[in-house]
Nanobody, 122 residues
Framework: QVHLVESGGGLVQAGGSLRLSCAAS????????MGWFRQAPGKEREFVAA???????TYADSVKGRFTISRDNAKNTVYLQMNSLKPEDTAAYYCNVGRGMFSSTWVPGDYWGQGTQVTVSS
């Protein structure tokens, strides 16, 4: 069974940085794309960033140039480095396993972690 555990969230001032981690188990991690989403109170969950199994990355326009997604296949972990944080980045952040193995494009799948809260104060 696929299991995802996010960590690294917290409270940070605007302009600060955080690094989120998502540890995956129950799958052959290196064969799957991985993604990050976020959901603020009262809003729909939205795409943040994704990385394919060949480490091709894609980002939402709102985080381009500030966030970096990366992966360590030896540790079955995907990361989200968040710099220059803004109050509007405040949300619960979730990782997601992409649909299908060896996909060259990002399509979100059915497995989600429990989320980690990021709060950016102004």
């Amino acid at each position: 069974q696929v299991h995802l555990v996010e960590s690294g969230g917290g409270l940070v001032q605007a302009g600060g940085s955080l690094r989120l981690s998502c540890a995956a188990s129950g799958l052959t991690f290196g064969r799957y794309a991985m993604g990050w989403f976020r959901q603020a109170p009262g809003k729909e969950r939205e795409f943040v960033a994704a990385i394919t199994w060949t480490s091709i990355t894609t980002y939402a326009d709102s985080v381009k140039g500030r966030f970096t997604i990366s992966r360590d296949n030896a540790k079955n972990t995907v990361y989200l480095q968040m710099n220059s944080l803004k109050p509007e980045d405040t949300a619960a952040y979730y990782c997601n396993v992409g649909r299908g193995m060896f996909s060259s494009t990002w399509v979100p799948g059915d497995y989600w972690g429990q989320g980690t809260q990021v709060t950016v104060s102004s």
